[in-house]
C-alpha cells in the first residue's frame, strides 16, 4: 500500500537525524519530516520538538519515485496556511511603532551623513 499524497495521518516517530525526523505510518511505511517541516517558526534542532515514540499527525507532501515519502507536520495542523495567504497583522503596538519610525529616521539620517562624507573624500 502505497501512501496517498495530501493524506492527514497518525504516525510513530522511529529515529531522528540532524536534517529531520523518520515517522512510521499506521500502514507500516516510513517517511521523512524534513526539519523544515517540523514546526512554522525556525527549528534549529530535531531533538528540541521530537522525541524518539512520540505520536505525530502529519500529511504526505510527496512520494518520490523511489517510493521515499515525504511528510509534513506543520502542513497537518489544522491552521496551517502557506506563508503567502496568511493574512499580515496590523500593529497593536503603537509604543514599538512610534520607537520604530524614530530609528528608521535616524537611521537614514545617518546614513546621509555617511554618504556625504563618502564623496567629500573622493572630491
Known amino acids: ?6 493524506a492527514i495521518v497518525p504516525g ?12 512510521k505510518l ?6 521523512l519530516v524534513h526539519i523544515s517541516e517540523i514546526d512554522r517558526n525556525y527549528v534549529r534542532s530535531v531533538e528540541e520538538h521530537l522525541r524518539i515514540d512520540d505520536t505525530v499527525t502529519v500529511k504526505v507532501v ?5 517510493g521515499k ?3 509534513s507536520i506543520k502542513q497537518a495542523a ?5 506563508e503567502a495567504s496568511r493574512p499580515r497583522r496590523a500593529a497593536k503596538d503603537p509604543e514599538f511603532e512610534q520607537k520604530l519610525k524614530r530609528f ?3 537611521s537614514e539620517e545617518r546614513l546621509v551623513d555617511v554618504k556625504r562624507q563618502r564623496e567629500g573624500r573622493r572630491g
Not at 500500500?1 to 495530501?6: C, L, N, R, T, W
Request: aromatic share 8%.
Open 26 to 31: 499506521e500502514s507500516g511505511e516510513t517517511g
Open 78 to 82: 489544522s491552521d496551517w496556511q502557506p
Open 104 to 106: 528608521m529616521r535616524s
Open 1 to 6: 500500500m502505497s501512501a496517498e499524497i495530501g
Open 12 to 23: 510513530t516517530v522511529i529515529r531522528i537525524a540532524p536534517y529531520g525526523a523518520f515517522i
Open 69 to 71: 515519502i515525504d511528510l
Open 62 to 66: 510527496g512520494v518520490k519515485e523511489d
